[in-house]
């Protein structure tokens, strides 16, 4: 048998083992919490920058939209709309010549269709973006075709050859377009026929210029459906966006587009096209390529997203390291053709398929933030939300390397680690020292005092033999005893608190309790409140003593929490014969005035049956009220809890003689008038606010 340890190393071993675990639960505990407060500044930091950002894309969209519409609306681009369109139609009606076909074909075959084929990850069918239309030929026989240089979609319009009508047209005002699109810094504007979708004017010299968005080799991209919604508007102020496409005139490079109509009198003549403004926005959520200015250290980025779940603007290691990045991509969980697209356009818009969670939570309209992948595959923390453009939902996402978010934590764990080891040593050496004075019953103690540290109520440490270990130990068993009957006797008292707490308030008004709110009311948007003034009880009391009166009030309140209950109302409160409810108040509910009625016509029976069954006279004046209303606590020691507003103004004023009834008002009316029946509206003198205009509910479809 071998030899047992002695006390003296016994307590060594515990006092050096619980020193060490204490070292490391504190460390442990420290890096823990330290690490919850970085992630909490990152994300809040992340957070913060992502609604900004936002706003200033929201501001930088209702800065377009301002200019467009305001553009439209313009005399000047008016008159150019107007005289272009008439030359444009008058050059349509002449044939095309065959010198025409001609050179608009040879610079598809040799120019337009090659260049393309080099930036497509598959070469377009040959002449499949032939103009279809004569006035397509002309002017692009004219003004795409015979350029000297080669296509790029970037050339201002112009011609040295044409002399007819639309050049006349063109020399008129497109220098004040030219103004224009420089004091805008807009890239291109365009002008399409509603009639008959046809391009008739295009600041650049794109294969757009004369094609017919209707049946044209562009009728099925994003701007020919944005065309022709806005050529259906009655609306002078329109404003449609197209989300971004690989638009084949520049050369599959991805664009989008906002239009607006321009009308001549009420009369519209024009879709007025211009390209979407990207690059403000661009430099809005990098800072101008100052990522680090924004807070986003080495690896953060701001980036938008579309609906196809792929970005809307570049990343910013293409732009900063586009080797890099690439070979990012290669690695990453990307097809390589998602990384071939990128080296051959260039850009990461419409190329880099983004769907992780948080994408498509903002998507559907949400905010947050989440840990998770990015699209190279690194761990990243993420913030994100949508951003409407009103026909068309993006998002903005913004995003650091978690490893970079987390960095300083590495340093604090290399410094607590240094510290632990020192204390442990002179811990070690305590040890040492008070192990040749204690003996084996301490060494019980502390395991159970340990024990109860831990949360265990149960311990019990043996009874040493020696008095003044055995008094010791028996005192630390009653205490052990003492706080688990303490602990049981707290653990039904609080039960018993939240149990009452839920029976007296709303479960808002419990909640503002249990958050130490008394004093801070609440202010609810939309809820629907109902008062019920029981006429007759007073009689009833007469007749009955007072006992029985009460009792009779208690059932009826009763019968009145029941019915609430089962119809998702919330009592707020009783005072004498009057009985306050809401619905919508603690949960959010797209039905609470329909709850809310039917609750009341359920009252009406209640009411009918105890009338029937204790032949009493009781009558139920109700009236309902729906709008905004302010919640809170009255009181402090004693309190209780009450709405205020308006709304519940309103609707404790409603009487109606003592008759039964339900008389709601007009917001009520309009919101349920499909599903509940309702008399006329009849005006009703209200305490203190004049004449009010009722809807009485209809009682027989009640009964």
């Given at each position: 048998?071998?030899?047992?340890?002695?006390?003296?190393?016994?307590?060594?071993?515990?006092?050096?083992?619980?020193?060490?675990?204490?070292?490391?639960?504190?460390?442990?505990?420290?890096?823990?919490?330290?690490?919850?407060g970085l992630t909490q500044a990152v994300q809040n930091q992340l957070i913060g920058l992502q609604r900004s950002?936002?706003?200033?894309?929201?501001?930088?969209?209702?800065?377009?939209?301002?200019?467009?519409?305001?553009?439209?609306?313009?005399?000047?681009?008016?008159?150019?709309?107007?005289?272009?369109?008439?030359?444009?139609?008058?050059?349509?009606?002449?044939?095309?010549?065959?010198?025409?076909?001609?050179?608009?074909?040879?610079?598809?075959?040799?120019?337009?269709?090659?260049?393309?084929?080099?930036?497509?990850?598959?070469?377009?069918?040959?002449?499949?973006?032939?103009?279809?239309?004569?006035?397509?030929?002309?002017?692009?026989?004219?003004?795409v075709a015979p350029a000297g240089a080669s296509y790029s979609g970037d050339g201002v319009l112009s011609s040295s050859d044409d002399t007819g009508p639309y050049a006349t047209a063109l020399a008129k005002y497109q220098r004040g377009i030219a103004s224009i699109v420089e004091r805008l810094g807009v890239d291109s504007i365009a002008l399409v026929d509603p009639e008959s979708l046809e391009v008739f004017?295009?600041?650049?010299?794109?294969?757009?210029?004369?094609?017919?968005?209707?049946?044209?080799?562009?009728?099925?991209?994003?701007?020919?459906?944005?065309?022709?919604?806005?050529?259906?508007?009655?609306?002078?102020?329109?404003?449609?966006?197209?989300?971004?496409?690989?638009?084949?005139?520049?050369?599959?490079?991805?664009?989008?587009?906002?239009?607006?109509?321009?009308?001549?009198?009420?009369?519209?003549?024009?879709?007025?096209?211009?390209?979407?403004?990207?690059?403000?926005?661009?430099?809005?959520?990098?800072?101008?390529?100052?990522?680090?200015i924004s807070g986003l250290g080495k690896t953060g980025e701001v980036y938008m997203l579309g609906p196809d779940f792929t970005m809307r603007t570049d990343s910013r290691f293409l732009v900063q390291d586009r080797a890099a990045f690439l070979e990012t991509l290669r690695s990453s969980g990307l097809t390589s053709r998602t990384a071939e697209t990128v080296e051959r356009l260039g850009t990461t818009i419409l190329t880099v398929p983004i769907r992780h969670a948080a994408a498509m939570a903002a998507m559907q309209g949400q905010s947050g933030i989440m840990e998770l992948d990015d699209y190279r595959g690194i761990p990243v923390f993420m913030a994100y939300g949508p951003v409407d453009l009103d026909s068309v939902r993006w998002a903005v996402i913004a995003k650091i390397d978690r490893s970079e978010a987390l960095a300083p934590l590495t340093a604090y764990l290399r410094r607590m680690l240094a510290t632990g080891v020192v204390l442990a040593v002179l811990a070690s050496l305590a040890a040492l020292v008070l192990a040749s004075v204690l003996t084996r019953p301490i060494?019980?103690?502390?395991?159970?005092?340990?024990?109860?540290?831990?949360?265990?109520?149960?311990?019990?440490?043996?009874?040493?033999?020696?008095?003044?270990?055995?008094?010791?130990?028996?005192?630390?068993?009653?205490?052990?005893?003492?706080?688990?009957?303490?602990?049981?006797?707290?653990?039904?008292?609080?039960?018993?608190?939240?149990?009452?707490?839920?029976?007296?308030?709303?479960?808002?008004?419990?909640?503002?309790?249990?958050?130490?709110?008394?004093?801070?009311?609440?202010?609810?948007?939309?809820?629907?409140?109902?008062?019920?003034?029981?006429?007759?009880?007073?009689?009833?009391?007469?007749?009955?003593?007072?006992?029985?009166?009460?009792?009779?009030?208690?059932?009826?309140?009763?019968?009145?929490?029941?019915?609430?209950?089962?119809?998702?109302?919330?009592?707020?409160?009783?005072?004498?014969?009057?009985?306050?409810?809401a619905s919508g108040l603690s949960v959010e509910r797209p039905d609470h005035t329909a709850r809310m009625v039917e609750f009341a016509r359920e009252v009406v029976r209640i009411v009918g049956r105890f009338n029937s069954d204790r032949q009493a006279n009781l009558t139920a004046e109700i009236g309902i009220n729906a709008g905004p209303v302010i919640a809170g606590l009255v009181g402090r020691r004693r309190f209780i809890y009450d709405l205020w507003g308006d709304t519940v103004k309103l609707v404790r004023s409603i009487e109606n003689g003592g008759r039964t009834s339900i008389l709601v008002t007009r917001a009520v009316h309009d919101r349920v008038s499909d599903v509940v029946p309702f008399g006329p509206a009849a005006d009703f003198e209200l305490r203190g606010r004049g004449t009010v205009e009722l809807y009485p509910v209809k009682l027989e479809a009640a009964a």
């Amino acid at each position: 048998m071998k030899p047992l340890l002695s006390v003296q190393t016994r307590l060594l071993l515990a006092f050096v083992g619980l020193t060490l675990t204490s070292i490391a639960v504190v460390t442990w505990q420290g890096y823990t919490s330290a690490r919850a407060g970085l992630t909490q500044a990152v994300q809040n930091q992340l957070i913060g920058l992502q609604r900004s950002k936002s706003a200033q894309v929201g501001m930088v969209l209702k800065t377009t939209r301002r200019e467009v519409s305001a553009l439209a609306a313009t005399e000047r681009m008016v008159q150019a709309a107007r005289e272009l369109r008439s030359a444009y139609r008058e050059i349509s009606k002449a044939p095309v010549t065959p010198e025409m076909k001609a050179a608009v074909d040879r610079f598809y075959t040799q120019d337009f269709e090659p260049r393309l084929a080099k930036l497509s990850a598959t070469a377009p069918p040959a002449g499949a973006f032939l103009p279809v239309t004569s006035g397509a030929y002309h002017l692009q026989s004219r003004y795409v075709a015979p350029a000297g240089a080669s296509y790029s979609g970037d050339g201002v319009l112009s011609s040295s050859d044409d002399t007819g009508p639309y050049a006349t047209a063109l020399a008129k005002y497109q220098r004040g377009i030219a103004s224009i699109v420089e004091r805008l810094g807009v890239d291109s504007i365009a002008l399409v026929d509603p009639e008959s979708l046809e391009v008739f004017y295009s600041y650049r010299g794109t294969t757009m210029l004369g094609t017919s968005l209707l049946d044209g080799p562009y009728a099925g991209s994003n701007l020919a459906g944005m065309v022709r919604v806005l050529r259906e508007t009655k609306d002078l102020e329109d404003y449609r966006v197209s989300d971004f496409e690989s638009w084949r005139p520049a050369l599959g490079r991805p664009q989008a587009f906002v239009g607006a109509p321009i009308f001549d009198g009420s009369r519209i003549i024009a879709v007025l096209v211009r390209r979407f403004p990207l690059g403000p926005i661009a430099d809005i959520l990098s800072d101008g390529g100052r990522w680090e200015i924004s807070g986003l250290g080495k690896t953060g980025e701001v980036y938008m997203l579309g609906p196809d779940f792929t970005m809307r603007t570049d990343s910013r290691f293409l732009v900063q390291d586009r080797a890099a990045f690439l070979e990012t991509l290669r690695s990453s969980g990307l097809t390589s053709r998602t990384a071939e697209t990128v080296e051959r356009l260039g850009t990461t818009i419409l190329t880099v398929p983004i769907r992780h969670a948080a994408a498509m939570a903002a998507m559907q309209g949400q905010s947050g933030i989440m840990e998770l992948d990015d699209y190279r595959g690194i761990p990243v923390f993420m913030a994100y939300g949508p951003v409407d453009l009103d026909s068309v939902r993006w998002a903005v996402i913004a995003k650091i390397d978690r490893s970079e978010a987390l960095a300083p934590l590495t340093a604090y764990l290399r410094r607590m680690l240094a510290t632990g080891v020192v204390l442990a040593v002179l811990a070690s050496l305590a040890a040492l020292v008070l192990a040749s004075v204690l003996t084996r019953p301490i060494s019980a103690l502390v395991q159970g005092a340990e024990e109860v540290s831990a949360g265990r109520l149960d311990v019990k440490v043996p009874v040493h033999r020696i008095h003044e270990y055995r008094k010791l130990g028996e005192a630390f068993n009653e205490m052990v005893s003492s706080l688990r009957s303490s602990r049981a006797a707290l653990d039904r008292q609080m039960a018993e608190n939240e149990q009452l707490l839920d029976a007296l308030l709303p479960a808002s008004g419990a909640a503002q309790v249990r958050g130490g709110g008394q004093d801070r009311p609440q202010t609810f948007a939309d809820v629907t409140v109902a008062y019920v003034n029981l006429v007759g009880l007073e009689t009833l009391s007469r007749e009955q003593d007072e006992e029985r009166a009460m009792a009779t009030l208690s059932e009826l309140v009763a019968a009145f929490d029941e019915a609430a209950e089962q119809h998702g109302v919330e009592k707020v409160r009783t005072i004498g014969s009057s009985y306050l409810a809401a619905s919508g108040l603690s949960v959010e509910r797209p039905d609470h005035t329909a709850r809310m009625v039917e609750f009341a016509r359920e009252v009406v029976r209640i009411v009918g049956r105890f009338n029937s069954d204790r032949q009493a006279n009781l009558t139920a004046e109700i009236g309902i009220n729906a709008g905004p209303v302010i919640a809170g606590l009255v009181g402090r020691r004693r309190f209780i809890y009450d709405l205020w507003g308006d709304t519940v103004k309103l609707v404790r004023s409603i009487e109606n003689g003592g008759r039964t009834s339900i008389l709601v008002t007009r917001a009520v009316h309009d919101r349920v008038s499909d599903v509940v029946p309702f008399g006329p509206a009849a005006d009703f003198e209200l305490r203190g606010r004049g004449t009010v205009e009722l809807y009485p509910v209809k009682l027989e479809a009640a009964a």
